[in-house]
């Protein structure tokens, strides 16, 4: 079965504080990881893909096949990271997406 | 750029009322998809189709239908509404297996 868990509802850090945001993950296979983000009044949207390798917004994730995590992480937080982050896993059909609970990040200043 | 739109932001109804969520993508992407999306409990896919008159059985299917007549347009139907159904609703469409892009939601009340 697939499963995403994400451990912390909330997570508050204050500014220019370093981020990590953990997600694990439960696949057989070779997984697709993904992280999405919806900002206050805002839609959700893709933040970054494992697949991609790359950094968006200051953010960074790594697949960790060993530990089966795809935690996100940002050096310096800013107040505009303040959002709902879903971590989300895809299976071998590529389609279908299975979600994390979500994490809260609030970024106080 | 990918544009979903869904017919209502908020909508309330009543306990037995049946109700249309509608949603429309315009990017002619093959694959669309209902969640649920709840506090503590994520996104929760309903229902998801591949093409026009298919649909397929998300994790959460109980209370809920759907229709696909045209590419573009997928809808979610509660059939009888309750209110254990009062939650945001997000559809998605994907082109393959590529990222999913969301609609804004629809806050759905049962009272």
């Known amino acids: 079965a697939q499963r995403v868990t994400q451990p912390e509802k909330l997570l508050s850090v204050f500014k220019g504080a370093p981020v990590e945001l953990k997600c694990n993950y439960s696949y057989s296979g070779s997984p697709e990881l993904f992280w999405y983000v919806q900002y206050s009044r805002q839609r959700l949207q893709l933040l970054l893909r494992?697949?991609s390798r790359e950094s968006i917004k200051g953010f960074t994730a790594d697949l960790n096949k060993g530990e089966t995590s795809f935690h996100l992480k940002k050096p310096f937080a800013q107040e505009e990271d303040s959002a709902m982050f879903y971590c989300?896993?895809?299976?071998?059909?590529?389609?279908?997406?299975?979600f994390g609970a979500g994490t809260i990040l609030r970024v106080k200043s | 750029d990918v544009k979903v739109t869904q017919s209502s932001r908020y909508l309330v109804k009543r306990t037995g009322e049946k109700v249309f969520l509608e949603c429309v993508q315009d990017m002619d992407h093959e694959n669309m998809f209902w969640y649920r999306q709840d506090p503590g409990l994520g996104l929760r896919l309903i229902y998801f189709s591949y093409d026009v008159k298919m649909k397929e059985k998300g994790d959460i299917p109980e209370g809920y239908s759907v229709s696909r007549e045209k590419k573009e347009r997928f809808s979610l139907i509660l059939e009888s509404a309750s209110t254990n159904q009062t939650s945001m609703y997000l559809c998605?469409?994907?082109?393959?297996?590529?990222?999913?892009?969301f609609g804004p939601g629809t806050r759905l009340t049962v009272t």
């Open positions: 494992h697949i």
């Open positions: 989300a896993l895809s299976g071998q059909d590529g389609n279908k997406l299975v």
């Open positions: 998605a469409s994907q082109f393959g297996g590529r990222q999913q892009y």
